[in-house]
């Protein structure tokens, strides 16, 4: 039965259907063919209750966020300060895309507003400077899943939400390995650019005082990020209010760049309620979903499937590894994670994993699934700003290298869990 699902969910998927009617269909028709549609009766009920789930306004509240960075100026200014910083290493400039990504994340919250914000400002570098495209676009990529892994984080909220684990913890444990993933990042571009030295562009002049006069620039991130994850540590404001919060923030900033009108007001509440509907309508058919597959049985016979192999808890793991990553080729990652989190996560727990630990496992291979072909999302939307079009496949290309350093957090992670439980289980 759990490969037959899985089978309706990849054809439905792989016929172009919209994630969110794939979800609903799936779950109205296994609850009308095993349960007789008693299940669909509650569903006005059900939708309801899950909607109101306090937690949930975090995400538009960080969309919205990560908007006004954008419309007001903000990401352009930290980009051109970062560049003064990091340009001087080997890949110059593919190493600001990097640096600026990590920054732009741990205020934004969502790896598709890091990969377009940063892709839209760094992308009429390439020609200037002469990069190497597909490298130059591969960073765009890749830096741009740090937005669900650097918190805040939408995606650990919602696996918080999903698993009942503290969303604080999840923060916490996500920041070392965010950090090594950005310095993995920028390892495999400092290597391709010292293999290949005509792949790093022109370099671009700087000296100390111009690092030290761009750094106002950088300012205003630091600030988003310290009212936002700051009041949470210091117990002022949980993670849906040091949203609202960031917000406030976002837009006293906007107002003292003298970018505050009603027209970016405008174009920032137009794209958050478009990105904040459509997740809203994935996360809802998932959860209903997940509701159905409960009544019927499918958790606990593959716990129990899982239980009858004899596995060690290693080897499950490394299964679910692979699993995730063949899977994140197909499916998208926000329905990926709402879809098997609910039957995997069991099974992790049964095993003795720690769930803030796994938590932030889950979340690297939703960045790999984000740049992973065909389906890889960050490709798209840095495939997407390319002003004079081009191919799909230079953006894919350019991405393999960063999914080795993924790789190599991921093994980091298995075999040295205390880069990511080490920080909640000192400060709880």
Not at 371 to 391: D, E, K, S, W
Request: glycine content about 8%.
């Amino acid at each position: 039965m759990p490969l037959l699902i899985l089978l309706i969910l990849m054809s439905l998927i792989v016929a172009a259907v919209p994630v969110a009617a794939v979800l609903g269909i799936l779950s109205l028709s296994l609850d009308e063919i095993f349960m007789r549609g008693r299940r669909s009766l509650m569903l006005g009920d059900f939708v309801w209750e899950q909607s109101i789930e306090y937690i949930l306004v975090a995400i538009p509240m960080f969309i919205l966020l990560g908007e006004i960075m954008l419309r007001a100026g903000i990401a352009q200014r930290m980009y051109n300060a970062v560049i003064q910083w990091l340009s001087w290493l080997p890949g110059g400039l593919m190493h600001a895309n990097i640096g600026s990504s990590a920054i732009f994340a741990a205020s934004s919250g969502s790896s598709v507003a890091t990969a377009a914000t940063v892709g839209t400002v760094a992308y009429p570098e390439i020609e200037k400077h002469g990069y190497n495209e597909k490298l130059f676009l591969g960073s765009l990529a890749a830096g741009g899943t740090l937005g669900i892994l650097v918190p805040p984080s939408i995606n650990l909220i919602i696996y918080g939400l999903l698993t009942d684990t503290s969303v604080p913890e999840l923060y916490l444990a996500g920041i070392f390995p965010g950090l090594t993933l950005a310095i993995l990042f920028m390892g495999v571009i400092a290597i391709a650019c010292l293999l290949r030295p005509g792949w790093d562009g022109e370099k671009v002049e700087t000296n100390w005082a111009m690092r030290i006069k761009v750094l106002p620039d950088l300012l205003p991130p630091v600030l988003l990020f310290v009212a936002v994850v700051g009041s949470i540590y210091a117990g002022v404001a949980t993670p849906t209010e040091a949203a609202s919060i960031g917000v406030v923030f976002a837009l006293i900033i906007a107002a003292w760049n003298r970018a505050l009108t009603l027209e970016m007001l405008k174009q920032a509440f137009e794209g958050t309620m478009r990105s904040s509907a459509m997740i809203m309508l994935i996360i809802l058919a998932a959860v209903f979903l997940n509701f159905v597959l409960g009544f019927m049985g499918i958790t606990q016979t593959l716990l129990e499937a899982i239980k009858d192999l004899g596995w060690t808890p290693m080897q499950t793991m490394v299964v679910i590894i692979c699993f995730y990553l063949l899977l994140g080729m197909f499916m998208e990652t926000l329905s990926m994670m709402l879809t098997t989190i609910p039957v995997v996560f069991p099974i992790v727990m049964h095993m003795g994993f720690d769930p803030v630990w796994f938590g932030i496992m889950i979340t690297v291979l939703m960045e790999a699934a984000l740049i992973t072909p065909p389906i890889g999302i960050n490709l798209y939307v840095v495939h997407g700003i390319r002003a004079r079009g081009g191919n799909f496949n230079d953006v894919s290309i350019g991405a393999i290298p960063f999914l080795f350093a993924m790789f190599a957090l991921i093994a980091l992670l298995l075999f040295y869990p205390n880069i990511a439980i080490w920080l909640p289980n000192q400060f709880y």
